[in-house]
């Protein structure tokens, strides 16, 4: 029978979780073994069809962070969409870091983009930091480029939330926006759609990245509060 807790102790990096723990704040170093994810991915393609990996995902909650990243990277390879919909549902309320919950990359959503999308917004709305947080990262990560309606960017520009890491994603998502969908994204800024932190952040990110062109970030700039 397959250990899957014995397999991860054995990958166990403490060098690399002293790191992790510095980049994770409010979680304890005790519950990090500090697994590199190249390994975490291996292992999950290993055991990804085994009895002993659906045992694992519905053992929750896990103790460790390493843990939750593996049950993070097998559920973004379940390749039904009814299944991965029950496993994020069953798992989103244990993620407690922006590190899992931003491992969470659903492939199944690239094929089922309509049928994912009225889960996504679901979980936007939650109380919940880190199911709102994915929420927005996955209408970042498949609803920007060919399945974009300009719709998108309302419902991300009416959260309001006094949660860092929810606040952080929205600003990445409009970042993204800006070097995906400029011309439908702007006019929000332009607008002050989001809350203040929120757009400065977004804007100063736009301008960080190499999507954007240099006249748009100017443009850009004049429009920080």
Same mark, same amino acid.
């Given at each position: 029978?397959?250990?899957?807790?014995? /397999?991860?102790?054995?990958?166990?990096?403490?060098?690399?979780?002293?790191?992790? *723990?510095?980049?994770?704040?409010g979680?304890?170093?005790?519950?990090?073994?500090?697994? /590199?994810?190249?390994?975490? /991915?291996?292992?999950?393609?290993?055991?990804?069809k085994?009895?002993?990996s659906?045992? *694992?995902?519905?053992?929750?909650?896990?103790?460790?962070?390493?843990?939750?990243?593996?049950?993070?990277?097998?559920?973004?390879?379940?390749?039904d969409?009814?299944?991965?919909?029950?496993?994020?549902?069953?798992?989103?309320?244990?993620?407690?870091? !922006?590190?899992?919950?931003?491992?969470? +990359?659903?492939?199944?959503?690239?094929?089922?983009?309509?049928?994912?999308?009225?889960?996504?917004?679901? !979980?936007?709305?939650?109380?919940h930091?880190?199911?709102?947080? *994915?929420?927005?990262?996955?209408?970042?990560?498949?609803?920007?480029?060919?399945?974009?309606?300009?719709?998108?960017?309302?419902?991300?520009?009416? +959260?309001?939330?006094?949660?860092?890491? +929810?606040?952080?994603?929205?600003? !990445?998502?409009?970042?993204?926006?800006?070097?995906?969908?400029?011309?439908?994204?702007?006019?929000?800024?332009?607008?002050?759609?989001?809350?203040? !932190?929120?757009?400065?952040?977004?804007?100063?990110?736009?301008?960080?990245?190499?999507?954007?062109?240099?006249?748009?970030?100017?443009a850009?700039?004049?429009?920080?509060?």
């Open positions: 029978m397959l250990d899957i807790r014995g /397999r991860l102790l054995a990958l166990e990096d403490p060098a690399n979780a002293d790191l992790q *723990f510095k980049l994770a704040p979680l304890r170093r005790e519950d990090m073994l500090g697994i /590199r994810f190249p390994a975490l /991915r291996q292992l999950a393609k290993e055991i990804q085994s009895p002993e659906a045992a *694992f995902l519905a053992d929750l909650p896990h103790r460790y962070f390493d843990e939750n990243n593996l049950h993070a990277v097998l559920i973004s390879g379940i390749r969409l009814d299944a991965c919909v029950a496993a994020l549902d069953a798992f989103l309320p244990h993620v407690d870091n !922006w590190c899992t919950c931003d491992t969470l +990359i659903p492939t199944c959503f690239k094929k089922h983009t309509g049928e994912a999308l009225p889960h996504i917004r679901r !979980w936007m709305g939650s109380a930091t880190y199911t709102c947080r *994915f929420g927005i990262g996955a209408l970042m990560r498949f609803y920007l480029d060919g399945d974009f309606d300009p719709e998108y960017l309302s419902w991300v520009a009416e +959260i309001r939330s006094e949660e860092y890491y +929810i606040n952080m994603m929205i600003a !990445w998502y409009f970042a993204t926006a800006l070097a995906k969908q400029y011309d439908a994204a702007l006019p929000l800024i332009q607008s002050r759609a989001l809350a203040s !932190w929120t757009h400065n952040k977004a804007i100063q990110k736009a301008i960080e990245s190499f999507r954007v062109t240099p006249e748009h970030k100017e850009l700039r004049k429009l920080k509060v």
